[in-house]
Every structure is written in C-alpha cells, then in structure tokens.
C-alpha cells in the first residue's frame, strides 16, 4: 500500500513531465502503439469509471446540499471556457475550419482528470474538484454535441446525434457504472479506491500515447502551424483559469474552493476532446486537443506548485 501511495504522488508531482516524455516517444515512434491505438475510448471509459468509484459520497451528499461553489465552477466553465474558445477559434482559424472545430471541442467537453489531481496539489478542496467533474460530466452529452454543432457546424459540417452517442459510451456509462458498484459492493470497492489514483493515471498515460501516435501523421504535415496552435491554446488554457480563480474569490469562494475553481474552469478532457475529433470531424481538427492537452497539463502543473509553496 504504502509502495502505491509513493508511485502515485511521484508520477502526480511530476504529471506533465511523463506527458510530454510519452507525447515525445509516440510522436517519434509512433508504430509501437498500433496495438493501442484502438483503446483511447477505453482507457477514457476506464478513467471516468475510477471516477464512480473514487468519489466520497458522505462529501459528495454535503456538497448536493450546498450546491453554490460546484454550481459556481460549473457555471463559470461553460461560460467562461466556452466564450474564450470561441473567441480563441474565430481569431486565429477563421479561414482554417477543422483547426477551429478542434478549438472549439477542445473547450467544450468536460473537465480533465488532471484538475482533480492539481487541486489536491495545490491544496484545493478535492471533493468540490470531483463534484464539479461529475455534474461536467452528467451535463456534457447535451452540451457538447449542442455546442460544437452551434458554432463549428457554421465551418464544418457536424452531426449531433453520433457525437452525443460517443459521449454517452466513453463518458456517461462508465461513470455511472462506478457510482452503482461503490453503492451496491460498498465493502469490496473500498479494498479498489486506494488504487484509483494512479490506476486513472496509468489509463491517462495510454489515453496519451493512443492520441499522439494515432495523430502523429497530423501533426507532422502541419509542424509549421504549431507554433500559432500553441499560442492559441495558450490562451484558450489561461484565461479562464485565471478568470475562474478570482472570479470565484470576488464570490467570496473560501482559498480552498476558489483553487479548486481555477483547475476546473481552465483545465478540460482534451483526450476526449482529441478522440472526439479523430472519429467525427479529421485527424487535423485533434492537434489543438493534443496540443491544449500538453499546455494544460504543464501550465496546471506550475500554478498546482505554486499553491502548494504557499
């Protein structure tokens, strides 16, 4: 137990440093991981699975009752995060359609697993971080196809009904499926939760080398327009992380919650995202995943630190 606790916290402290060794290793050797190119959905399902069964619901049943600051953090994501995105698109993609329909997906699913590991770093309250992630999670088959459609499908022509299809398999289900294990064999999923931390970690690091390696073809053709995706995703990361945090605190959000905020707004699941686009759109429209995927989890990091000095 005590060896699986060391892992977790050495592979959380140093996340983005085994993303981006991952990311360099499938964008290189990109052959190696054929085998698990097919399990991007699996390992996302796996991760929202891990998500069902982790969560505390003695925390969880006292935030349903004090519902303002998880309403708050999800408020301010779909709003914030989705106004930036769309700005974000329309300024730097406007004549590019499936680099602005990955934006704008990129920005419109649900909150990364790497928010819930960043607020428990920087010393956020992690039960608001995975609350938010859920109700993100619930609401996200309706709003992510409906958003995506709205503002892409003036650029791209995007169908509702397999996009929200695909959200409802990798995302809904498998959370779901993990509320009712933890409910019905409460004693057996307390033997599994010490390990749900870094087993969603392990899932995150195939999630990782599934997109890389599968976009990689992708992302070479277009190595010259990198350097404005990135700066574009920098900006679609940051302000509304940044915006999260002290919006939340003129709210008069307690430290811990207004952490927790920040992570949430500014940090989305953009494996999914990456996936999402590579069966529905092109395999072009996942490199501004892939690349917010890299900033979000570095940028997350720096800020998770920072926090936790203080």
């Known amino acids: 137990m005590k060896v699986i606790s060391i892992a ?3 592979i959380s402290k140093y996340l983005p440093v085994w993303i981006l060794l991952l990311s360099f290793i499938a964008y290189f050797l990109p052959d190696l991981f054929i085998p698990i190119r097919s399990l991007t959905g699996v390992g996302l ?9 982790s969560l505390s619901t003695e925390k969880l049943i006292s935030l349903i009752k004090n519902p303002k600051y998880a309403l708050l953090g999800v408020l301010l994501k779909w709003t914030i995060m989705v106004i930036v995105t769309i700005g974000v698109a329309y300024i730097f993609f406007k004549n590019n359609a499936e680099l602005a329909t990955g934006v704008i997906l990129a920005g419109t699913v649900p909150s990364g697993t790497s928010a819930n ?4 770093i920087a010393g956020g309250e992690a039960a608001l971080s995975i609350t938010m992630a859920t109700m993100d999670t619930i609401i996200s ?3 992510t196809p409906a958003l995506v459609q709205f503002f892409a499908g003036k650029l791209i022509p995007i169908a509702f009904w397999p996009l929200f299809l695909n959200i409802i398999y990798i995302v809904f289900i498998p959370l779901f499926l993990g ?3 933890q409910w019905k064999f409460t004693k057996r999923i307390e033997i599994v939760k010490p390990y749900t931390a870094v087993l969603s970690q392990i899932a995150l690091f195939i999630v990782v080398l599934s997109v890389i390696s ?3 073809n992708s992302l070479q053709m277009n190595l010259s327009l990198l350097p404005i995706i990135f700066i574009a995703v920098f900006f679609q990361v940051s302000i509304p992380m940044f915006a999260g945090y002290w919006i939340s605190k003129l709210g008069k959000a307690p430290e811990q919650n207004a952490r ?5 707004t500014g940090i989305c699941n953009t494996a999914l995202a990456a996936t999402l686009a590579m069966e529905h759109v092109s395999s072009l429209a996942a490199v501004p995943a892939v690349a917010n995927m890299v900033v979000n989890l570095t940028l997350g990091a720096l800020v998770a630190n920072h926090f936790a000095k203080k």
């Open 8 to 10: 977790s916290h050495f």
């Open 45 to 53: 399902g796996m991760i929202f699975l891990l998500m069902g069964l």
């Open 117 to 120: 590991i960043y607020t428990f």
């Open 141 to 143: 088959p309706l709003l």
């Open 179 to 181: 509320l009712f294990l």
């Open 214 to 216: 599968s976009a990689q």
């Open 260 to 264: 927790a905020i920040l992570f949430h």
